[in-house]
């Protein structure tokens, strides 16, 4: 029998073992030490890494804008169609002169080139497609919208100048598709414009077909893309209907393309350029100051019934007589407000989003000529009619960002007359906001709002208001403030001119 060792050599031999294996594992966790700072610092670099990459694609993408081919080009020759684009201006559409860098717009667009056009709300954009398609009556245009009010809208204006156009959208019937498509093939209504929905280019295969066969006939004319800042991955409302737009420029080829905004940022433009390869398009904007446009900023009471008191009191004294939108956060709330209103003499109508097609266009008819003053509405309603006497816009609650308030605030004016926009707001607006909006970017948008609110009086000391010969703004503002407010209740009321916010917006 094998002699055994000893005990305590056994006991020595394990000491030693643990002691090995303790150092090893002192080097193992100081490796994985040194491997977790190093992680944490490549985390921290890659922060800053991609903090620098935004400034640089900014800063790259406002130098292509400032550098981008000058569009005098397209005014400073003479082309075959100038003659008949002044003759159809004057008589068609009733109009002496064009806005700055329309026609610019219109040259590249019968030169064939692909168009990407930027300018404020109400400037215009449409005669950029409207007066092209009156010379080839026997193509047809196709006008891609977001929203079906914006193509009752649009449909109502061309009735005015005995333009004829019709729609396929999510409210159409089931035979109605084929009947248009019908009507267009054998051309006998001289159809000029087909409206639909970004929503409905990406539902309907039975469209893209026939758009494919349009253009293989010879019957396309161009495809119109408006309000393309939707394409965007910063409206994800949007997003899915608007990215799959490429499939109209795979299916016909070589027609161009006329992408309208009423205030596309660069990340928009950006995403636009990519998703339909128009890199080389002519890229035209204008920007203006909305000066007739005067802004207020209410602070309101937290309780619902007296702030609706303090509007029916504006409604009834500084806005009596006046076509307006009030905009509020929900459905729920329009018609709360309408009810606690109580104003029978004020045609007043709450706008949804599940009013069906018909009643829709009753109040588009109505609203445009005049038959309605007040429409209350929610921002997710989407109203989109563009009736150009409306002397106020309000907003009875803090919108989501500056975007939706500087697109819903350019409804108002757009006849170059003196209009107001007014914004009531309180924090709980604001957190409110938050609460829904929840992810970070979406966040420091409705931060903004308050920001803006807050810092308005200050902006206003630095200003002089157009038509006051006070060299004191503030006194101006103190002034209308006890001219206008309703003695139970004490808020100020603050107000200057929109110049400026258009280009701070694009800029930002």
């Known amino acids: 029998m094998a002699d055994r060792p000893p005990p305590y050599e056994t006991h020595i031999s394990v000491d030693s073992e643990v002691r090995g294996l303790s150092s090893k594992l002192e080097i193992v966790d100081n490796e994985l030490l040194i491997l977790d700072l190093e992680r944490h610092q490549a985390r921290l670099r890659q922060i800053e890494l991609k903090a620098l990459q935004r400034r640089i694609k900014k800063n790259r993408d406002i130098l292509r804008l400032q550098n981008r081919p000058n569009t005098n080009y397209w005014t400073s020759r003479d082309h075959p169609w100038d003659r008949e684009v002044k003759v159809l201006?004057?008589?068609?559409?009733?109009?002496?002169?064009?806005?700055?860098?329309?026609?610019?717009?219109?040259?590249?667009?019968?030169?064939?080139?692909?168009?990407?056009?930027?300018?404020?709300?109400?400037?215009?954009?449409?005669?950029?497609?409207?007066?092209?398609?009156?010379?080839?009556?026997?193509?047809?245009?196709i006008v891609i919208e977001p929203t079906v009010s914006k193509i009752a809208d649009q449909i109502l204006k061309l009735r005015q100048f005995n333009i004829k156009s019709t729609t396929l959208n999510s409210f159409s019937r089931a035979t109605e598709p084929k009947k248009i498509h019908e009507r267009?093939?054998?051309?006998?209504?001289?159809?000029?414009?087909?409206?639909?929905?970004?929503?409905?280019?990406?539902?309907?295969?039975l469209f893209r077909r026939h758009i494919r066969k349009y253009f293989l006939r010879g019957d396309l004319a161009r495809i119109v893309i408006d309000e393309f800042q939707y394409c965007s991955r910063s409206c994800?409302?949007?997003?899915?209907?608007?990215?799959?737009?490429?499939?109209?420029?795979?299916?016909?080829?070589?027609?161009?393309?006329?992408?309208?905004?009423?205030?596309?940022?660069?990340?928009?433009?950006?995403?636009f350029q990519k998703l339909l390869n128009l890199q080389e398009a002519v890229i035209i904007s204008?920007?203006?100051?909305?000066t007739n446009i005067y802004l207020k900023v209410v602070s309101k009471p937290i309780k619902l019934k007296q702030s609706v008191r303090f509007l029916k009191h504006m409604l009834l004294n500084d806005l009596e007589g006046k076509f307006g939108i009030i905009y509020v956060t929900s459905?729920?709330?329009?018609?709360?407000?309408?009810?606690?209103?109580?104003?029978?003499?004020?045609?007043?109508?709450?706008?949804?989003?599940?009013?069906?097609?018909?009643?829709?266009?009753?109040?588009?008819n109505k609203w445009f000529n005049g038959e309605i003053q007040i429409i209350i509405t929610a921002t997710e309603a989407l109203f989109d009619i563009e009736k150009?006497?409306?002397?106020?816009?309000?907003?009875?609650?803090?919108?989501?960002?500056?975007?939706?308030?500087?697109?819903?605030?350019?409804?108002?004016?757009?006849?170059?007359?003196?209009?107001?926009?007014?914004?009531?707001?309180?924090?709980?607006?604001?957190?409110?906001?938050?609460?829904?909006?929840?992810?970070d970017k979406n966040i420091t948008k409705a931060l903004d709002i308050l920001n803006y609110a807050q810092n308005l009086l200050v902006s206003l000391c630095d200003k002089?208001?157009?038509?006051?010969?006070?060299?004191?703004?503030?006194?101006?503002?103190?002034?209308?403030?006890?001219?206008?407010?309703?003695?139970?209740?004490?808020?100020?009321?603050?107000?200057?001119?929109?110049?400026?916010?258009?280009?701070?917006?694009?800029?930002?």
């Open 388 to 439: 150009p006497d409306v002397d106020f816009v309000l907003h009875f609650c803090a919108p989501k960002s500056m975007d939706v308030f500087y697109y819903e605030v350019s409804k108002a004016g757009r006849n170059r007359q003196k209009a107001e926009a007014i914004l009531f707001y309180n924090i709980y607006d604001i957190f409110n906001n938050v609460c829904k909006i929840g992810e």
């Open 184 to 205: 267009i093939n054998l051309n006998k209504s001289r159809i000029s414009f087909l409206f639909v929905t970004a929503q409905w280019v990406a539902r309907s295969a």
């Open 331 to 364: 459905t729920t709330l329009a018609f709360k407000v309408k009810r606690l209103l109580d104003i029978d003499h004020l045609n007043i109508v709450v706008y949804t989003q599940s009013l069906n097609f018909k009643e829709r266009n009753k109040i588009h």
């Open 236 to 271: 994800p409302e949007y997003k899915i209907s608007y990215g799959n737009l490429n499939a109209l420029k795979n299916i016909s080829p070589r027609i161009p393309i006329l992408a309208l905004s009423s205030g596309a940022k660069n990340e928009a433009l950006e995403d």
């Open 464 to 508: 002089r208001h157009d038509e006051r010969s006070s060299s004191d703004l503030l006194s101006y503002c103190v002034a209308r403030w006890r001219e206008a407010r309703p003695r139970p209740i004490r808020f100020p009321i603050f107000g200057f001119t929109l110049n400026g916010l258009y280009k701070s917006l694009l800029n930002r």
């Open 89 to 141: 201006l004057q008589d068609k559409f009733n109009l002496e002169a064009f806005r700055p860098k329309q026609i610019e717009a219109i040259n590249a667009l019968l030169s064939g080139k692909n168009v990407i056009t930027i300018c404020p709300p109400g400037y215009g954009k449409s005669l950029i497609y409207q007066l092209p398609a009156c010379m080839v009556q026997d193509k047809i245009t």
């Open 286 to 290: 204008e920007v203006t100051n909305n």
